[in-house]
């Protein structure tokens, strides 16, 4: 069975550290690309960050850039999205994806509430 749990959200201050983590199981974690993807309320999902499967590879969107850092573990079958100076435009549902081309294949957790307020 696929999973990927989310887990790290929570609230914090703007200027504060989230780190969000995201558990993958039932698939072969280290063929897939990982991204973090966000949904703000009223908004579409638009992602945030992605790494590829063996970690070489890192992008951001512009608005995180520089605050945000994405990593993985694929022993630990973990991708984690460490967000420092956080704004309240970052408060959202975090959700994690897996992706692999071929074949294809596309997996989603069920997010992580992040809320930066003071």
């Known amino acids: 069975q696929v999973q990927l749990v989310e887990s790290g959200g929570g609230l914090v201050q703007p200027g504060g550290s989230l780190r969000l983590s995201c558990l993958a199981s039932?698939?072969?974690?280290?063929?897939?690309?990982m991204t973090w993807y966000r949904q703000a309320p009223g908004k579409e999902r638009e992602l945030v960050a992605d790494?590829?499967?063996?970690?070489?590879?890192?992008s951001y969107a512009d608005f995180v850039k520089g605050r945000f850092t994405i990593s993985r573990d694929n022993a630990k079958n973990t991708v984690t999205l460490q967000m420092n100076s956080q704004k309240p435009e970052d408060t959202a549902v975090y959700y994690c994806?897996?992706?692999?081309?071929?074949?294809?294949?596309?997996?989603w957790g069920q997010g992580t509430q992040v809320t930066v307020s003071s």
């Open positions: 790494i590829t499967s063996t970690g070489g590879i890192t």
């Open positions: 994806n897996a992706n692999q081309r071929v074949p294809t294949r596309d997996y």
């Open positions: 039932g698939f072969t974690f280290s063929r897939f690309v």
